[in-house]
């Protein structure tokens, strides 16, 4: 069973930083792209970040030089490191791993988790 496990998110203030971490059954990392999407209330679920098994990443405008995602191969685990988190950060977090397995994708879920930023 395919399982992605999300930790990290909480309340901080603006200014300061949190790690994300999904850590993702071992049999989908190595060929998933794995990310984060975000949704803040009434607001649609957008792509924050991603990274290819090769190491190929690309940022939300809004979060460029702010956040980076990472991924450790041996730990099948990814991560978004956050700084310098404004309020208009804040939302539900969710991981995402894109699994292509001989040229049929399947996208899974983890179970999300609250950023809140605010003063």
């Known amino acids: 069973q395919v399982q992605l496990v999300e930790s990290g998110g909480g309340l901080v203030h603006p200014g300061e930083s949190l790690r994300l971490s999904c850590a993702a059954s071992?049999?989908?990392?190595?060929?998933?792209?794995m990310g984060w999407y975000r949704q803040a209330p009434g607001k649609r679920r957008e792509l924050v970040a991603a990274?290819?098994?090769?190491?190929?990443?690309n940022y939300a405008d809004s979060v460029k030089g702010r956040f980076t995602i990472s991924r450790d191969n041996a730990k099948n685990t990814a991560y978004l490191q956050m700084n310098s988190l404004k309020p208009e950060d804040t939302a539900v977090y969710y991981c995402?791993?894109?699994?292509?397995?001989?040229?049929?994708?399947?996208?899974?879920w983890g179970q999300g988790t609250q950023v809140t930023v605010s003063s």
């Open positions: 995402y791993a894109d699994y292509a397995d001989y040229g049929i994708t399947t996208d899974y």
């Open positions: 071992a049999n989908i990392f190595n060929n998933s792209v």
């Open positions: 990274t290819t098994s090769g190491g190929t990443k």
